[in-house]
């Protein structure tokens, strides 16, 4: 419910501000007060696109403001799913900067324009004669019905299996692709995997082997190097043994003397018995130093194909080969488990289809349990506005299962007798269409509880009786919901719970619109002019006074 509703800056209003009951509020005034401007504001708040100009002052900001009260509303799990705080007082403002930015916030958070709309249309459902084109959308339609005929339940039903459905078979046709796919690759795939599985990657140890190449290439260097270490360590008349060996032989002579040089004697005898051992080694490994040029021819050839292959699938490792190979191996038994696993997936298919066409079968009898009654009440209110001959009816077509099931609903209508109803959008005309879409809404607010309801210009094309019979049902609605009603019409505006008074201030030097909550004595005074123009008659005070007892 809208609790309060600021206007700064925007068209001809300078500053306004009022705070709608939860009723009826009718708002009238002279052509061209701002009216329609309202409306305009609304329809900002409601997420409409905005320019710079509707500022009226153009070096100023425009700001408008609404607070609405939505503790019944619901609307928690909507606001997180927006990533917006919820809280039971919900303040939407737009602001427009004199520079043409416009920004738009949700508690004082800023947020993007579709959001903005998401909320909003839960919150006021504006209406106007030609700003109603939703109704001539089929899903609009589908969606009325499923009001009327409560198929909340099921479609939610439905509509997890829809999704379901929808993935399994998403999930067919990827596989059947990457069947197509895999079959084409098959035999590459297939020389791909013998070339790796011949390569026996997992005994190849890469860094060994180029070391246990590069040994067998330089076998001449190495032995001529340990040479020259064994002569250097013991086969020379200076070699480090003899020296180390003489040295050794002094320190012993003075080892009784101190245990320091006890230590010294131990320290080098051990290094003489360390190079002796060195030497050993160098003198045996050099002898088992041969060359083997089929070894070397051997390893060369592992290397190579090895170094084959990392060129070939781009990476630097017998591991990363290793893990490439078993992606290929997986690629070619997919192949072979193809045909088993789309059969699968076709039954699943099959069982899922045939659930989700049971509970189409279950939305369309629920949806034509109704549309006799509806039709009805629809037809009969058209007679109370003045369109007794007007033939409105709802026509159920098979399609294809859809996300909302397997029904194309479309309304169908007919203002004149003798005239066949046709599709919605091919006949009604902007005042038949306001008095339809109103009986609809009416309908509605017989089922669910409806956002605020915003009327301009619905009562166009109408007088007298049926003028009066509008209002009364205006009025009805306003019972459980609230309404906020732009009429020139007396009938309709003496059934407000609250009237507001739309006029122009030419006071200052400009023209700006002001409004004002009518007291009962202004309200018939208001009425009165709207009867019988700016000096009414005191018969037309009286017929003022008597509209206004009429709720």
């Known amino acids: 419910m809208l609790k309060h509703l600021l206007i ?35 329809g900002l708040l409601a997420g409409n696109r905005a320019d710079t100009k509707v500022l009226l002052n153009p070096d100023g900001k425009c700001v408008i403001e609404g607070t609405f009260d939505i503790a019944n509303y619901n609307l928690k799990k909507v606001f997180e ?9 919900c303040i939407i403002r737009r602001q427009i900067a004199p520079n043409g930015r416009s920004r738009a916030f949700i508690n004082d958070m800023p947020v993007p324009l579709d959001s903005l709309k998401r909320i909003a249309v839960r919150l006021m459902d504006i209406h106007a004669q030609h ?12 969606d009325v019905l499923d009001l009327y005929a409560n198929t909340k339940t099921l479609l939610e039903i439905y509509g997890k299996e829809f999704r379901q459905y929808r993935k399994i078979i998403k999930k067919y046709e990827e596989l059947k692709n990457e069947e197509i796919r895999l079959r084409k690759e098959y035999d590459y795939n297939i020389h791909l995997l013998e070339e790796l599985e011949k390569a026996d990657l997992e005994k190849i ?8 190449l590069e040994r067998l290439e330089n076998v001449d260097f190495i032995r001529t190097q340990m040479s020259i270490a064994f002569n250097s360590l013991s086969d020379e008349e200076y070699s480090a043994e003899n020296i180390l060996r003489e040295a050794v032989h002094a320190l012993s002579k003075t080892s009784s003397f101190s245990p320091s040089f006890n230590t010294l004697y131990e320290r080098l005898n051990s290094a003489m018995i360390e190079i002796q051992d060195i030497s050993k080694t160098i003198e045996s490994e050099s002898e088992e130093l041969v060359t083997d040029e089929e070894t070397a021819g051997i390893v060369k050839q592992i290397l190579s194909a090895l170094y084959h292959l990392e060129n070939k699938h781009n990476v630097q490792s017998s591991e ?51 549309v006799e009654d ?65 009986c609809i809404k009416y309908r509605l607010a017989k089922h669910i509880s409806l956002p605020t309801l915003v009327f301009d210009e619905i009562d166009t094309g109408i007088s007298g009786e049926i003028a009066l019979k509008m ?14 009603i732009i009429s020139h019409l007396p009938q309709v505006a003496s ?31 208001e009425i009165a002019q709207m009867i019988g123009g700016s000096t009414p008659s005191t018969s037309t005070y009286n017929s003022a006074k008597e509209l206004l007892q009429v709720k």
């Open 8 to 42: 700064d800056n925007y068209a001809l209003i300078e500053h306004l501000e009022i705070q709608p009951d939860a009723h009826l509020n009718v708002i009238t005034g002279e052509t061209g007060a701002g009216k329609s401007i309202l409306r305009g504001a609304l």
């Open 81 to 89: 799913k927006e990533d917006i705080e919820y809280d039971t007082t």
């Open 131 to 142: 700003d109603t084109m939703q109704l001539f959308s089929n899903e609009y339609q589908r």
């Open 205 to 212: 140890n890469k860094e060994e082997l180029e070391q246990e």
């Open 320 to 370: 990363e080969l290793i893990v490439i190979r078993d992606q290929i191996a997986d690629k070619v038994r997919k192949v072979a488990n193809f045909d088993d696993n789309l059969k699968d997936l076709k039954e699943e298919i099959l069982r899922s289809k045939a659930y989700l066409t049971d509970l189409a079968n279950q939305l369309t009898e629920q949806r034509k349990s109704v």
């Open 374 to 438: 509806t039709q009805n009440q629809i037809n009969y209110l058209l007679g109370e506005l003045g369109m007794p001959n007007a033939r409105f009816q709802i026509e159920i077509t098979p399609i294809a299962l859809s996300p909302s099931g397997a029904d194309l609903v479309e309304f169908w209508f007919s203002a004149n007798k003798g005239i066949s109803p046709q599709p919605l959008k091919d006949v009604a005309s902007g005042g038949e269409f306001s008095r339809l879409m109103l």
């Open 471 to 484: 209002g009364k049902i205006i009025q009805d609605m306003s019972k459980t919901h609230q309404v906020l």
């Open 495 to 525: 059934q407000g719970s609250t009237h507001y008074y739309i006029y122009k201030d030419n006071s200052a030097d400009r023209t700006v619109s002001r409004i004002k909550k009518l007291s009962n004595d202004e309200r018939v005074k």
